[in-house]
């Protein structure tokens, strides 16, 4: 009965079988909810869409979520791929401390500054680096192993703050703040560092065999050692992978406030990656990666952020209706979610 | 009516269809009470679904059911099991780390007060193994059983009193003799008591052995159901695969390596402590060379010492005429070595990953991670494959973990091709697999080896180490104990070298 009321509808509407693939696509809810935020916020706060140029440089609340999500949006494209091997990088927002005290003492130290970028992402490696090595090479579950971090690397800036006798910890840089905050053109400069990043991460993983290696890997250690494929190594790429993400992460933080602030700079930030890598269909137990949808997931996140502050709603509601937000996307990607709606729907008509 | 009731199940006209995929095709099964079933079919001819069907895992397009005459609907697997209609299915779906007891009582554990009553729920335990007659220690983790065991903890834990149909799916496919006899010892016990059991089994033997009739499913249609003794093996074997066989006994006619060649391995008093004792193993071009041995003999281990999965540490191995110092998959894969393992889940496919990329994945490592294999060739070199291999799909996108047993078996196989081996090790490479692709395996490994591959057999089948090998390496409790050549080979001769040596 049910089979037949179903191909008779089929018939009617010839774009039904088109509109089922589309409803398949892992990008299709995270876009829905993006689209029925972007309405909300047309009906609530009209102001959202304005767009202005001042002194050459475009301003508005859409560019300003482009702006502030680049760093999520970094750390979860790194977080991604963490998250591809079957593992999880909880120490990210403890390596956006490091680097950021790492460049406010060099600063005040008097290194040339183009040197300073270069060390602020080598001690961003270096951090993934150490992660790497406690999950690839001692084997240590991957969720203990960044947590060590986590808890050290916060207390690590706060120690290298002390170095120039813990007096104010900020600092001028024409270079970092130009990557940071400047703009070519009307385009925010970090825009185009993160497209490049972006575009640099694709290559190496979709251009070169790593990507196919990190998701095997992923997806069965066990298999992939057999295949002859070196997981230790594959494994600790990932987390240096994710370490150059944030140290980049961290370059546009700290030179966006101009001061190293250890305690609460990049707060939470693991977390926001992680639910980006999640809302982008990405899967904590390994196998795939998906880079552009975990953009997706990091620019959901940042627009509710943005709508909840400027609907002008206490920002106290800011994490339950972000947790509220969230929680929708991932029952809407559930299948079984779905399918209960769907047979619920399905009894009434 | 009357003659309705003299069967406890009757599934009548049903019809399952998968897109693009006719996966049963008006199927009938009648099940008597207390007779032991044989449901026999190549992989993917549908004995899976008719039984998801029966047990309400699967939802049918069309059909009846009739349990004692009286029509059911089931929907779900525990809609079944109230109905008495149990499942015991071929991988053990229990928990290791939990003890036997809760593994034998989850979900079903007494309460007193909401609590759960501990004394009760082992007393229950222990009533459900005393049906089987199995006397264990309850209080150890499952996972320190064997998996024979494993596979009676099972079915007790499926057994209810009221249950009157058992599904045993593939009960026996990593048992050996003496724990199959065991296993079959508690059918027979079973079918006393009027349960009728369905045995779906690759092992034709084990047919005969136990079964009173035997329905055999070809293609998602029902080619025929025969009381066993009017079935003689070669009928069945026919009914099977829809055509005429010959047997595949005998042995290789023509022998295509060279004495006097460099070995592509070999090995000199390598070991692993505990694993498997020190052996010397030789392997040259063109040349089959089996592992016989009976369960738990170390073929296994024997094969992943040589590849470096297992790292040895005694002996040294030399490949190709080098000797390898630090020997490992990935060295191994550089000098030309591939192993296809026995457990296809944990050892073999990554389940996510397409038909396509889990076929390139030895020659991409073998590659390196910076000479990337363009999407192009990929496709040209897995469809090839597909083809050689008759792997059913409809394309090389799809998942590998949606594919039947025998075809996940033959992307391993494809894997380990495309990567351009000289030597080849095959654990059970026709473990799991129907007639028809076992005589298609069994040619495979002869063709492969004629083109100059060396080839190592693993294998629990001596029938088909008899017909493949040039040279056989027995086996017994961890420890190589015998090699046997040429006209020498026989069954006899390699139980006789298991038994007495």
């Known amino acids: ?120 992402l080598f001690v961003g490696i270096a951090c993934g680096a150490w992660n790497g090595f406690l999950v690839a090479v001692l084997d240590i579950q991957p969720i203990i192993a960044t947590l060590i971090l986590m808890v050290a690397g916060r207390g690590i800036g706060l120690l290298i703050n002390l170095i120039d006798g813990g007096t104010d910890p900020s600092f001028t840089s024409e270079l970092l703040q130009g990557l940071s905050v400047g703009s070519i053109g009307p385009i925010p400069t970090r825009l185009i560092l993160f497209a490049a990043i972006f575009l640099f991460l694709w290559f190496l993983l979709r251009r070169t065999a790593l990507g196919l290696f990190v998701e095997s890997v992923g997806g069965n250690p066990e298999a992939a050692q057999i295949a002859g494929i070196p997981s230790r190594l ?8 994710s370490g150059f993400c944030t140290g980049w992460a961290a370059i546009i933080l700290t030179a966006d406030v101009h001061t190293s602030d250890p305690v609460s700079v990049a707060l939470f930030s693991e977390l926001d990656a992680i639910l980006a890598v999640v809302i982008g269909g990405g899967s904590l137990m390994g196998g795939r990666i998906y880079l552009g949808m975990t953009i997706l997931g990091a620019l959901v996140i940042q627009t509710m952020v943005t709508s909840i502050l400027m609907s002008g709603w206490p920002p106290e509601y800011n994490l339950i209706i972000k947790a509220v937000l969230v929680l929708i996307i991932l029952l809407l990607q559930s299948n079984n979610f779905r399918g209960a709606v769907m047979s619920l729907f399905g009894r009434r008509a | 009516m009357a003659e309705s009731s003299a069967y406890r199940v009757e599934m009548l006209g ?22 032991v079933h044989a449901l026999l079919g190549e992989n993917g001819a549908g004995k899976s679904t008719l039984i998801k069907v029966l047990t309400g895992a699967l939802k049918r397009d069309k059909g009846t059911i009739l349990l004692d005459g009286k029509e059911i609907e089931v929907s779900s697997t525990s809609e079944a099991q109230e109905l008495g209609i149990s499942t015991v299915y071929q991988e053990v779906n229990l928990i290791p780390t939990l ?56 079915i007790a834990r499926a057994l209810e009193d009221d249950t009157s149909v058992l599904v045993l799916d593939e009960p026996t496919a990593s048992l050996d003799a003496e724990e199959t006899a065991l296993l079959f010892q508690i059918v027979r016990d079973l079918k006393a008591h009027g349960i009728a059991i369905v045995f779906i089994t690759h092992f034709i033997d084990q047919v005969y052995q136990i079964a009173d009739r035997i329905s055999v499913l070809r293609n998602g249609r029902m080619v025929g159901t025969e009381a066993v003794a009017d079935l003689p093996r070669l009928k069945l074997i026919s009914m099977m695969i829809g055509r005429e066989i010959e047997g ?48 738990g003999s170390g073929r296994t281990e024997t094969a992943k010492v040589v590849l470096g999965a297992i790292k040895p540490d005694s002996g040294t191995i030399k490949l190709n005429g080098k000797v390898i110092s630090r020997l ?22 990554i389940g996510e990953l397409s038909i396509r990329e889990n076929i390139m994945l030895s020659l991409q490592a073998k590659r390196g991670w ?5 999407r192009a060739e990929q496709e040209k070199l897995a469809a090839e494959m597909i083809s050689a291999l008759a792997i059913a799909t409809p394309d090389a996108e799809k998942p590998v973990g949606q594919l039947s047993g025998g075809n996940q078996q033959k992307v391993i196989l494809a894997r380990s091709l495309v990567s351009q081996p000289k030597a080849l090790l095959l654990d059970e490479p026709t473990r799991g ?40 390496a027995v086996l017994r409790d961890r420890k190589k104990v015998d090699e046997i050549s040429g006209e020498q080979i026989t069954r006899e001769n390699i139980i006789n070298s298991i038994a007495h040596r």
């Open chain 1, 1 to 120: 009965m049910n089979t037949q009321d179903l191909s008779s509808s089929e018939t009617k509407s010839s774009f039904a079988p088109t509109l089922r693939a589309m409803m398949a696509h892992r990008a299709v809810w995270p876009l829905v909810v993006l689209a029925i935020i972007l309405i909300v916020n047309a009906i609530v706060v009209p102001s959202f869409f304005s767009l202005s140029i001042n002194n050459g440089r475009l301003f508005g609340p859409i560019v300003d979520v482009f702006y502030r999500g680049t760093a999520p949006a970094l750390i979860a494209i790194g977080m991604a791929v963490v998250i591809g091997t079957k593992g999880i990088d909880l120490s990210v927002g403890s390596i956006v401390a490091v680097v950021g005290a790492v460049i406010a003492w060099r600063i005040k130290a008097g290194d040339p500054h183009f040197v300073i970028l270069w060390l602020a």
């Open chain 1, 234 to 241: 594959i494994k600790f790429s990932a987390y240096v992978i």
């Open chain 2, 14 to 35: 049903v019809s399952k269809t998968f897109p693009g995929v006719r996966a049963l095709d008006d199927v009938n099964l009648q099940l008597r009470p207390g007779e």
């Open chain 2, 99 to 154: 003890s036997v007891t809760k593994n034998l009582t989850l979900g079903r554990q007494p309460r007193k007060f909401g609590i759960v009553d501990w004394k009760a729920t082992k007393k229950l335990a222990l009533q459900r193994l005393d049906r089987l007659k199995l006397d264990i220690d309850v209080e150890r983790p499952l996972g320190s059983y064997s998996v024979a065991i494993q596979q009676l903890i099972a």
């Open chain 2, 248 to 295: 595949i006994g005998g042995r290789p006619t023509a022998s295509y390596f060279k004495e006097d060649s460099v070995p592509v391995i070999e090995a000199e008093g390598l070991g692993r402590s505990r694993t498997i004792a020190p052996f010397d193993l030789t392997l040259r071009a063109g040349e089959v060379v089996g592992l016989a041995g009976l369960l």
């Open chain 2, 328 to 349: 490992s998959p990935r060295a191994s894969l550089a000098n030309g070595i591939v192993f296809c393992p026995e457990d296809r889940k944990a050892e073999g496919l």
């Open chain 2, 370 to 374: 910076l000479n990337r294999i363009s």
């Open chain 2, 433 to 472: 697999i129907d007639v028809g692709a076992h005589a298609e395996i069994v040619s495979l490994i002869r063709r492969l080896c004629s083109e100059g591959l060396a080839l190592l057999v693993a294998s629990s089948e001596f029938d088909e180490l008899v017909a493949v090998s040039d040279r056989v």
